[in-house]
């Protein structure tokens, strides 16, 4: 049996984390939860993940910055899925040069299907 | 000016008919005078003199006389006549150039033949560089956009439309005097007409500067969508625990706790735009009592306890000053200076709510706190929605119906956000 995917959760919001966390454990991911950018950074240095979910607004790096250090440091190696409260959420995706986007307040089954074809789609 | 007021001055041609019948009377007086000068002094000589070339000397000195007397008269009356225009030019151009908004005069060409003080500070330009601009000119210098950000082609300028449109026509748009200033400007463009019916001689343009309103405007939309993203991450926190619970996936108490966090943290944002609309519509009202500082502070310390913050919040009560304030606009105010110190605090380092009384008169309330450095800091700019400035406003609002001030100052790695309000002096109590 293979290792389950390994899913990096990026919110400063400790109950976003557990909430969205709780929903992909259950779907049997493994996931990893960090409070800002600059720590997603870190530990994405320290084990890539397979796929990694990105909060926006968050204190010491925020979304863009990361999103744009990612894609400067591994290109499209790591899919990147937003998770925003801003309005046209698609057109903020296409400018993150992000693989998917889930626009506040989401559905768990939209989580996990937005995660679940995007890990297909890198198979 | 001169061609701008020489052609206003035709524009009173409607007034003609009584200017007319005022140089007529005058006309026949003059010549009913010199008939009479004439006749009178004809016959008195005739009646003196029986010498001919007498008489013929005497009436000849007396009409030299009359020439005399009348040019005389003339210049009398042309010289008052000029002084009374120049003193009305003067008059006019003094009032034009006084008005605060700008004013801009189209002659029957289109272009501009006059612009007041006003219009050159607005538009950043001097009066010569403006005067002489067509439509089209005018708008590619300040490229006019409607204010939804389409660009008012010339056409569309109310001063040209008016030329052919009955008016006063107005707008509203927005002029860019520099690449980094805009101006926003009411604007009401009348033609001026010779008389009924004619084509305009003129057209006035009036353009009132709304830029003040229409930022207060723009900072009311930005606090109403900020306070409407900034409830959408507690409302997706919700919805996925209720989600969650329902599948039967996960221990409900937990989930239970975020959904009672978030709930919290969405009356803390409704607290907050209440606050800050009823101060805009004048409406806040305070239920004020005597109440202890240290107390308000002590019991939102218990209740931010319950919550799971990055920080560990610590209180310093180290006087217990006693003020006139509302204790729910006061907790609303502790709330949001412990919020805005966590979010802006150093992981993991300690936020300490404190109480003191700096001299007798003051009471202070504020926190403490490890701020992140800037350059590690990095901002959200428009991509997405925080309600801190919703929070910093209501916190302002609070402080001042207090009579108090919000502050915030930093010293080495330390960083205090603080509010000073009037404490109650011992022979105040009862009052």
């Known amino acids: ?123 | 000016m001169s061609v701008a007021i020489g052609d206003w001055a035709a524009c009173f041609s409607r007034r003609g008919g009584s200017l007319r019948r005022v140089a007529l009377v005058t006309a026949t007086w003059f010549a009913a005078v010199g008939a009479l000068w004439i006749v009178a002094l004809d016959l008195l000589l005739r009646a003196r003199s029986r010498d001919p070339v007498m008489v013929a000397r005497l009436e000849s000195t007396i009409h030299w006389a009359f020439i005399l007397i009348t040019s005389a008269a003339v210049y009398t009356i042309a010289y008052r006549i000029a002084v009374q225009l120049k003193r009305m030019h003067d008059v006019t151009v003094a009032v034009v150039e006084s008005i605060g908004d700008a004013v801009l005069v189209l002659g029957r060409d289109r272009t501009i033949v006059y612009a007041n003080p006003a219009a050159a500070r607005m538009l950043d330009a001097k009066t010569e560089t403006i005067v002489g601009l067509t439509a089209a000119e005018f708008s590619r210098r300040f490229l006019v956009q409607y204010p939804n950000g389409m660009v008012v082609t010339p056409d569309e300028f109310v001063a040209q439309r008016v030329f052919t449109e009955q008016g006063p026509l107005r707008y509203k748009v927005v002029l860019h005097p520099t690449e980094r200033r805009e101006v926003v400007v009411r604007s009401t463009a009348s033609a001026v007409r010779p008389r009924p019916g004619a084509p305009p001689a003129l057209v006035v343009s009036v353009m009132h500067d709304v830029t003040p309103n229409e930022n207060l405007s723009r900072m009311r939309d930005r606090f109403l969508s900020s306070a409407a993203h900034a409830l959408k991450t507690p409302v997706a926190i919700i919805k996925a625990n209720v989600q969650l619970i329902a599948r039967g996936e996960e221990v409900a108490g937990p989930s239970f706790q975020a959904i009672e966090r978030q709930c919290a943290r969405i009356d803390r944002l409704v607290q907050n735009l209440m606050v800050v609309s009823r101060a805009r519509s004048h409406s806040l009202r305070l239920h004020a009592h005597r109440l202890a500082l240290a107390q308000v502070v002590h019991e939102i310390a218990l209740e931010v306890v319950t919550m799971r913050l990055p920080s560990e919040v610590r209180t310093e009560i180290s006087a217990s000053p006693v003020v006139y304030g509302d204790t729910e606009r006061l907790a609303t105010l502790v709330r949001n200076l412990c919020g805005e110190a966590i979010g802006a605090a150093v992981r993991g380092s300690p936020v300490t709510l404190y109480v003191s009384q700096p001299d007798r008169m003051t009471a202070e309330l504020g926190v403490r706190y490890q701020p992140i450095p800037i350059p590690e800091r990095t901002f959200s700019g428009d991509e997405d929605y925080d309600d801190t400035p919703l929070a910093h406003c209501a916190t302002t609002t609070i402080a001042e119906a207090h009579g108090g001030t919000f502050g915030e100052e930093s010293a080495g790695t330390t960083a205090t956000l603080w509010v000073r309000l009037p404490a109650i002096e011992e022979h105040d109590v009862g009052a």
């Open chain 1, 1 to 123: 049996m293979s290792a389950p995917d390994d899913i990096l959760i990026v919110d400063d919001d400790p109950d976003m984390s557990d909430v969205v966390k709780s929903a992909l454990e259950a779907e049997g991911y493994a996931c990893r939860t960090v409070a800002n950018g600059r720590e997603a950074l870190d530990e994405v240095a320290r084990e890539k993940p397979a796929l990694v979910l990105l909060d926006m607004l968050m204190p010491v790096m925020n979304g863009r910055e990361c999103a744009h250090e990612l894609r400067r440091d591994y290109g499209a190696s790591i899919p990147i899925i937003v998770m925003t409260a801003a309005e046209h959420a698609e057109a903020r995706r296409a400018e993150l040069d992000a693989d998917g986007v889930l626009a506040k307040p989401f559905d768990l089954d939209q989580l996990v299907r937005a995660v679940k074809s995007q890990l297909e789609r890198e198979r």
